[in-house]
């Protein structure tokens, strides 16, 4: 497998791995689907990621996206979503695997397919869901999608503090607050949102300190608690970054 150096500057990596999956107006995805989550939902598989989380489901594709994956324009994203949508009875939609907005290219791709699906599927609803890094960046991204009055944007925290950041992205620790800013911009823009955690990673004490924090930090939206889908390849990565899971007390 490709060797990356940890840590790295993963607005760096952004832009880079940006350049690798778009082309034009194009993202690349590798697979459209109906799943279960969310009480069903129809799903966008993309590749592409500032971050190489050590218990990332998708960590093969997002290590070398510039080898997954075919490029599709934003109309070919929305029918499809669309097709499977009418096919499968549901009205939920979203984009995952990867991280939507890498830089203002994606960010103009998903902001085209959010209005596609808005114009074409008004009842629907489309569920962001972003690590929150690039968000973070500037308030320009929480303004334009204060737009689409169907969103939901889930805000997949990853540590709750800057050295387990560090550790399960592969990033930079000096990012830790940058998702937690996004959360700041959303609220400030009237955008519907929630963050969320992997559990599994942290003890209780840990949680309620950074239940605490983010309270401190004006954001009193409910933290979604998600549990860790540990497959063999997840516990040999987390394992070689030498993280413990399990849920601690
Ligand atoms: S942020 Fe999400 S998509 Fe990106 S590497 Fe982490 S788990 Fe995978």
Redesign the pocket.
Known sequence: MKEIALPFDPVLRSHEVEHQVMSGNRRKYYRFRATGFYGGIVTADAVG?S???A??W?YRR?LSPEKEGSFFSPDEVADKLLFLARRSGLNQMRIS???PILGEDSFGHLIEVLRLLAEKAPGSRFILET?GLILGQSRKFARSLSEFKNLMVRV?LKATDREKFQLI?GASRDYFFQPIQALLFLKEYGVDFWPALTADLFGNEEINRFRTFLLANSVRAELELEELIVYPFVEENLKSREIKFGRRQ
């Open positions: 990621c971050f190489l989380c218990y990332c998708n997002n695997g990867a991280e690590n997949c992205t």
